[in-house]
């Protein structure tokens, strides 16, 4: 593990969206992929965001279950799919989707509700097999609630996997299901988690600890009770719990208890000598050396953020509940912040919502596409230019991101 944060020269500059020149149809004939985790959620999702603040702000774990619901991934121009076209061949159904990629024909589907990768053939919709597990270090491991995919940037045979039901990112070589790297947080002295429980992989020797404390190990109900019953550590003791991830205690994965940052997203950057990871639970957002495992930390302070990702000239970090996104420089220092909680609300706007900013992904060289929950729209943005188009959605929709389709898929779904 190395330092906590990147040192700020001078902090960064504070831009409103609102001070954007607004300008018509940016981005509105792109090909693209609309990603919705909910067609009919809003209402529920903005209800649950105001539970989840306010136990967040008395300091303490939210434990609410969410409810999954059906949700879609549709393939289209920007603006047909915004007013609600469904009629793409390969419109495709379940229950909470969270990312699509693709390398020519062959297109992976990952699903809150799916423990597997679906793979389908995008000339046809036909299906081509699951992939459902990785071996890792001589263990099988299950693919439980995978958030992110994204393809090596030199080798297609490459993925890497947010593995959030593991609390892990797995690098998987495709043809043959091996993992050909793993990074989990416990691993890189970020082991104990928010209820003072100390993680690791079971068989595996305690971390480095500071000073001499006393451990108490403890299985897996022990520790269950103490985290139920709000129970905390004596100074100089460490609560040692051993996971089993082979035998995961729920469907989708570890129990949150069981997770110490619930990773939500990890992508390439660099050639694929670094990978960007934020961290969901913990409000953070890290840069991990490929070669070393060591770990630098991006931004902290937070609120459930997303998807640190490579842009023209740096980076961006979607800090969802913050409603907010940073521009970081190619020295991964932040340089800017630009404030979508500055901008007004539509009329009948429940005064009490959180902010709710999803995803920022790159659509182009210059423009990003940002799904504003609050405001119930989309908004295309060009931070270089100072620019953006609003494109209004409907309040149900509960989006997770706008993406670009790699060129090299776009006459397999007929949008070349």
Known sequence: MRGRTIEMATPP????????????????????????????????????????????????????????????????????????????RLDVEGLEPYEFVSRGPVGLFAFHDDTAIRRIDLRTGEPLGILDRVVSRGRTLGLYNVHTMDFHPTDEDRILVAVTGLDRVVEIHLPTGEATWEWCPWEHGMHTNQHGVTLIDEGSPPPRLVGDPTIERLDFETAKARVEANARPEPGVVWLHEVGLLEVPARLGLLTWQRVKLINSAYYAEGGSKVMITFWQTGEAVWVDRETGEASFVAEGLV?????????????????????????????????????SACPLP???????????????????????????????????????????????????????????HPSSRSALGLG
């Not at 939210?62 to 469904?86: K, Y």
């Not at 596409?369 to 943005?381: E, G, I, Q």
Request: aromatic letters at 10%; one cysteine or more; hydrophobic letters at 35%.
């Open 304 to 340: 459930c953020p997303h998807s640190l990702l490579p842009v023209q000239d740096g980076y961006v970090l979607t800090d969802t509940g913050g409603g907010r996104v940073l521009h970081f420089d190619a020295s991964l220092r932040p340089d800017l912040q630009v404030l979508f």
């Open 13 to 88: 500059e504070n831009l409103s969206l609102a001070s954007f020149r607004e300008v018509p149809g940016l981005g509105a004939d792109l090909p693209v992929v609309l990603v919705a985790k909910a067609e009919r959620g809003g209402s529920y999702r903005r209800a649950r965001y105001r539970r989840q603040r306010e136990t967040i702000r008395r300091g303490e774990v939210f434990r609410e279950m969410r409810q999954s619901l059906d949700g879609f991934i549709r393939f289209g121009t920007l603006r047909s799919l915004l007013a609600g076209d469904d009629s793409h």
């Open 347 to 405: 009329e009948g706007t429940a005064p009490d919502d959180p902010e709710w900013v999803q995803n920022t992904h790159p659509l182009t060289q210059d423009l990003l596409a940002t799904f504003d929950f609050r405001r119930s729209r989309v908004v295309v943005w060009s931070l270089w230019r100072r620019e953006y188009t609003s494109y209004a959605v409907d309040p149900e929709w509960v989006l997770q991101s706008i993406q670009s389709i």
